[in-house]
T-cell receptor, first 112, second 115 residues
Framework: KAGVTQTPRYLIKTRGQQVTLSCSPI?????VSWYQQTPGQGLQFLFE???????NKGNFPGRFSGRQFSNSRSEMNVSTLELGDSALYLC???????????FGPGTRLTVL | AQTVTQSQPEMSVQEAETVTLSCTYD???????LFWYKQPPSRQMILVIR??????QNATENRFSVNFQKAAKSFSLKISDSQLGDAAMYFC????????????FGGGTRLMVKP
């Protein structure tokens, strides 16, 4: 089985721009979660989607949004980028509640 | 809200020796899961071991084992016969099954393995 894939792997944007990151889960997995990893704040949960529905959302401003498609692929969007949005964005997929979450390699976003 | 604390920012161990990484958590729930994840320099998060809170028996996976103390809300990871490939960041994580698939992570412990 192919693992979780994330595209792009690296992104450089400037303040005020918007960005869309993509995550393709393991085949058959219906849950996709997103996390932000920074040196200062560590790993923080952004949101989780299951069967195209957002089930949970972390404490992030409304500039961070996401969606999930019928094939379980998920995208997250960050609008009006700020310098503090520079981070590694990780997505994880799982088959259901309580199951192991498999992480993708991450997208490294740099905001200049 | 759940919190996870890893009090050791860095640890080092001699190759072939044993090391224990500490983790404490706080939750008011009784049904949850605990995990240890490894993040090598490649940044790929890898599940090391998992523990269901309702199970009294400590989980083991080859050289990795945990000491789960539910009443004390403690969840330490023991790595036996340490290998150079064990060098990485280790994250303890708490998971509530009724809150969507949300993991709450500790701040991490950087493990260095000396040859």
């Amino acid at each position: 089985k192919a693992g979780v894939t994330q595209t792009p792997r690296y992104l450089i944007k400037t303040r005020g721009q918007q960005v869309t990151l993509s995550c393709s889960p393991i085949s058959g997995h219906r849950s996709v979660s997103w996390y932000q990893q920074t040196p200062g704040q560590g790993l923080q949960f952004l949101f989780e989607y299951f069967s195209e529905t957002q089930r949970n959302k972390g404490n992030f401003p409304g500039r961070f949004s996401g969606r999930q498609f019928s094939n379980s692929r998920s995208e997250m969007n960050v609008s009006t980028l700020e310098l503090g949005d520079s981070a590694l964005y990780l997505c994880a997929s799982s088959s259901g509640t309580g199951s192991e979450q498999f992480f993708g390699p991450g997208t490294r976003l740099t905001v200049l | 809200a759940q919190t996870v604390t890893q009090s050791q920012p860095e640890m080092s161990v001699q190759e072939a020796e044993t090391v224990t990484l500490s983790c404490t958590y706080d939750t008011s729930e009784s049904d949850y899961y605990l995990f240890w994840y490894k993040q090598p320099p490649s940044r790929q998060m890898i599940l090391v071991i998992r523990q269901e809170a309702y199970k009294q028996q400590n989980a083991t996976e080859n050289r990795f084992s945990v000491n789960f103390q539910k009443a004390a809300k403690s969840f330490s990871l023991k790595i036996s016969d340490s290998q150079l490939g064990d060098a990485a960041m280790y994250f303890c994580a708490h998971y509530l099954g009724n809150a969507g698939n949300m993991l709450t992570f500790g701040g991490g412990t950087r493990l260095m393995v000396k040859p």
